[in-house]
């Protein structure tokens, strides 16, 4: 009996089974086991990793997070360094006053905080679509997981 | 005012040490801390001694160019936010070694993290403690700098090694409140003072006059270059730049903090409310350092105990005695309360991944042996940072300590992290000789640069070894990769990307 429960958990949990509680994966390969020295407990694999990277969903998730993420660092980074660099060698537009004695360079500077906070919103409505698109992935895989071969 | 403070937080602790018990509790607060409340601590974990007193004190001897630390130091959590924090709190568990050793070798790989973690973290701490003692010195004549030193130790021992993550995090976030306060109070004086007339306040910021030698200037303090001067300013704010923006995202004490919340949404949560928090606050920086150098002067800081009392000073001139005392207080309590993350995040490495996983092979031969040795190393790190800030003394550069620390982060740990998640290739030896050129390299730099006086003549030039060190961290883990290919690792990568993408089988919440 508790043998169905194990190969139940086994099939609806995934958290990476392990040999101490404090260890996070015994899916390292801290002690390369032999298939043939395999314990059942250590062949089981819940899910076929490389056929979930490669599935159409996983696939979009990805990419719906790299067209996001991708821009957006490269922007931030372009936008930070821009100020040092101008600091440094364009010191006639940085001293140039905008706002009554107020310089370029601490508008700049300013703008960049403002820069942060707009992405990082942008960001957070990004990450709800791709919340939403998690949770479909790991719903069809555990809709999917079935017992490793023998069980049951 | 600060007895209080102290008071409160041994109260936290003994409730913490009440509550929790296990190894999820003491390292990750049973990962169920709030979004919010985890905004707070990690904002109260990076707002350092550095932050309030370090940067209103260059603001208000530079002007401008220390407003450059405010905006690197804010840019960097986009780098968390939209890179590791997620991935991170996807696929590990306590430290982010966890990630690493998840498909590489991990003996040699979490022996290595383990070392940088504690070097950061050491130097890290050293800045706080030397700091604290500095600022009691000043404050409290009576109380000399090692037993002020001694104080802030002991205090912080006793927070993690009773209270461990819950009462750390909790300490964090009474002690960011309470710096959110003094900061917008203190802000207000100042242009209470000016009759909240902005045109006014940076008109005489654009006048501030003090002595130079023997002569009166008077300088526009909005114009960068006074304190990044040519040949080297630009470069050197690059370089800067560079280990604030990729550093923030290798800190140890910060990624723990994403150990503590439930899940990955969770994380990006706190991101969040730890943006608008340190955004806020670096902001309000140009109000406590321009209002330092208009209101009280240079020449009177530099009298009343340097530059770091900038703030302190400000709310003395406005504020009178009790609001002296009470920003004080807040400064204390910021250093107590970072040098306590500091301290888990240093334990939380060593005792999970050196001592667990590299001696023990990953097997905890009792239960709860991994939080006692940690509670332990809590101890003996406490107890090193006494000593090593003593033995600087109080005349240590704070801020050259503070940037080796972002400057190794950046260097050793970003690479490793970043490579493991999304480059298929990496392997074992990748990473050990990612994590070994990029310590190797900030500290060896660091030596030979402007910022220490080991040397007569300086043989690197810029103040921080950023903008090298950070490229050899990257160039040592590719070298170390392109050695040889590691199928295991490779097999691995499908696993561990599908489980940092999506949060599959993530460590959750303890149950009650």
Same mark, same amino acid.
């Given at each position: 009996m508790s043998d169905t429960t194990k190969i139940k958990a086994a099939s609806t949990d995934l958290t990476p089974v392990v040999a101490a509680p404090t260890d996070v994966a015994r899916l390292t390969h801290r002690a390369p086991v032999p298939p043939h020295e395999q314990t059942a407990d250590q062949d089981v694999d819940v899910v076929d990793w490389d056929r979930v990277a490669a599935a159409e969903d996983f696939k979009s998730l990805i990419r719906a997070k790299v067209r996001f993420v991708v821009p957006a660092s490269a922007f931030f980074i372009v936008y930070y360094f821009a100020l040092p660099l101008l600091v440094g060698y364009a010191p006639g537009l940085m001293n140039r006053k905008v706002v009554g004695v107020v310089n370029f360079a601490y508008v700049f500077a300013l703008s960049q905080f403002f820069m942060a906070w707009t992405i990082a919103a942008l960001y957070v409505r990004a990450a709800t679509r791709f919340d939403r698109m998690e949770k479909d992935i790991i719903a069809r895989l555990l809709r999917r997981g079935k017992p490793a071969p023998g069980g049951n | 005012m600060f007895l209080l403070f102290v008071a409160i937080t041994l109260g936290i602790t003994w409730w913490a040490a009440r509550r929790s018990s296990g190894t999820s509790h003491f390292f990750a607060a049973g990962r169920r801390i709030s979004g919010w409340q985890n905004g707070f601590a990690v904002a109260g974990d990076y707002m350092s001694a550095a932050s309030f007193l370090g940067i209103a004190g260059l603001i208000a001897f530079h002007g401008f160019d220390g407003f450059m630390y405010s905006v690197g130091w804010l840019v960097a959590y986009l780098t968390v936010l939209l890179i590791v924090a997620e991935p991170l709190r996807n696929a590990g568990k306590y430290t982010m070694a966890d990630v690493l050793a998840y498909r590489l070798n991990p003996r040699p790989v979490r022996a290595m993290a383990s070392l940088s973690t504690l070097t950061v973290s050491t130097f890290y701490m050293i800045a706080q403690m030397v700091g604290a003692g500095a600022l009691v010195a000043i404050l409290l004549p009576s109380v000399s700098f090692h037993a002020a030193v001694i104080g802030v130790g002991a205090l912080m021992i006793i927070y993690v090694v009773f209270g461990g993550m819950l009462a750390t995090t909790w300490v964090q976030i009474i002690k960011a409140i309470l710096l959110m306060g003094g900061t917008i109070l203190l802000s207000l004086l100042v242009m209470a003072h000016f009759g909240f007339d902005f045109g006014a306040f940076f008109e005489a910021v654009a006048h501030v006059t003090y002595r130079e030698g023997d002569v009166e200037v008077t300088k526009d303090f909005l114009r960068p270059g006074l304190y990044f001067k040519p040949p080297y300013g630009a470069i050197d704010l690059v370089s800067l730049g560079m280990a604030l923006i990729f550093g923030t995202a290798g800190l140890p004490h910060i990624l723990v903090?994403?150990?503590? !919340?439930?899940d990955a949404r969770t994380a990006r949560v706190s991101v969040v409310w730890a943006m608008a928090l340190i955004g806020v606050f670096y902001v309000l920086t140009t109000f406590l350092g321009f209002g330092a150098a208009t209101i009280v002067g240079r020449d009177y800081i530099v009298a009343h105990g340097g530059n770091n009392m900038s703030a302190p000073l400000l709310a003395q001139r406005l504020g009178g005695e009790m609001f002296f005392a009470f920003v004080s207080a807040i400064a204390f309590a910021t250093i107590l309360a970072v040098v306590a993350g500091l301290t888990i995040s240093a334990s939380t490495s060593f005792a999970h991944d050196f001592y667990t996983n590299v001696v023990h092979r990953g097997m905890e031969r009792r239960p709860g042996e991994e939080v006692r040795v940690a509670r332990i190393t809590a101890f003996v790190v406490g107890a090193m940072a006494i000593v090593i800030a003593i033995l600087l003394g109080p005349k240590a550069n704070v801020a050259f300590l503070v940037g080796l620390a972002f400057a190794v982060a950046a260097s050793a740990n970003l690479p490793v992290i970043v490579f493991s998640l999304f480059w298929k290739r990496f392997n074992t030896k990748g990473a050990v000789c990612g994590l070994a050129s990029g310590l190797l390299a900030s500290i060896v730099l660091i030596l030979v640069?402007?910022? !220490?006086?080991?040397?007569?003549?300086?043989?690197?030039?810029?103040?921080?070894?950023g903008i090298v060190s950070i490229p050899l961290g990257f160039l040592g883990a590719i070298f170390g990769t392109l050695l040889g290919r590691e199928p295991h690792a490779e097999a691995k990568h499908s696993e561990l990307f599908v489980r940092a993408s999506t949060g599959i089988g993530a460590e959750k919440a303890a149950d009650h």
């Open positions: - | 903090r994403f150990y503590t !919340v439930p640069s402007p910022s !220490v006086d080991l040397l007569a003549e300086p043989w690197f030039p810029l103040k921080n070894p």
